[in-house]
């Protein structure tokens, strides 16, 4: 079969959003597969680069309210040359706090930190000061973390976690923007989307000199070509030297001219995936 993968790797443990975004791609894109969970983003990029090509990954990417997911990034810029952004996702995010008891016994707060940030103005306004936080790596592992702890434990997960986990669903939508989503990116060696390619992802470093991004940019603004996010990170090869990643709002075929005119005025460049957006 075409869509053959042998497993997509997600952010566990089970019931995490990386899993059920990871669901999402399957169905849409027909893919028959099995649902692997690793333990951080970064663990996912090196089964991706040492594996075959039957191995893809979810990502989370972007959060609508506390922005970009910086290891993703960091982790897609290192990836080898052959692997691919293949297709995005935009997921609801409906956090819940869960628990064994009850709300007034909960003295210990636990989840990733993108999700303590989102509930924070809930956790101020129900919880004192003092209330203990413990960060963890998903928001499903911090609720298997607690289901066995004692009662004055909770963590802030989404309501699956609660069934798959024992646990009771205290409060339910607790985040403080109530439209929250979160983008996925579904990677890969092998070409999995075979519909029309709306968005394109390079990474590129410039010159040291006063207007050597600018240049970049007027490239952008000469050829009408809109550029829905750039960020900077650090090359972590020389000190003051930064990758700029940046998302264009047109699939690969329509600016491809305008890329190669890009890769001439950069001292690094590399094209991360010309993508279909589901």
């Not at 039957?54 to 990034?73: C, F, H, K, Q």
């Not at 702890?149 to 069934?163: Q, T, W």
């Amino acid at each position: 079969m075409d869509n053959y993968i042998k497993k997509i790797l997600y952010l566990g443990p089970e019931g995490s959003n990386s899993q059920l975004a990871a669901g999402i791609f399957e169905n849409k894109l027909e893919i028959n597969t099995e649902m692997t969970p690793v333990s951080t983003i970064t663990k996912a990029i090196e089964i991706l680069d040492e594996e075959n090509e039957d191995v893809a990954a979810v990502l989370p990417i972007e959060n609508s309210i506390e922005g970009i997911v910086r290891e993703t990034i960091d982790n897609l810029i290192q990836t080898k040359a052959d692997v691919f952004i293949q297709a995005e996702i935009t997921v609801p995010i409906c956090h819940c706090l869960i628990a064994k008891g009850k709300k007034e016994e909960i003295k210990t707060i636990v989840s990733i930190t993108q999700a303590v940030a989102q509930c924070k103005k809930y956790i101020a306004e129900n919880f004192p000061k003092d209330i203990g936080i413990i960060l963890y790596s998903s928001t499903s592992g911090a609720a298997k973390f607690i289901k066995d702890k004692d009662n004055s434990y909770a963590s802030i997960s989404n309501e699956l976690c609660a069934g798959l986990y024992g646990l009771n669903v205290v409060e339910k939508d607790i985040n403080d923007v109530k439209d929250n989503k979160t983008r996925f990116i579904l990677v890969a060696r092998k070409k999995l989307c075979k519909q029309k390619k709306l968005r394109t992802s390079i990474a590129f470093t410039t010159e040291n000199k006063p207007g050597a991004l600018l240049n970049i940019l007027e490239i952008f603004k000469n050829n009408n070509l809109n550029l829905i996010y750039l960020e900077s990170r650090p090359s972590k090869k020389v000190f003051g030297e930064y990758i700029f990643y940046a998302d264009i709002d047109k699939g690969y075929d329509e600016i491809k001219d305008v890329l190669a005119e890009i890769d001439k005025k950069c001292s690094y460049y590399r094209l991360l995936g010309s993508y279909c957006i589901l």
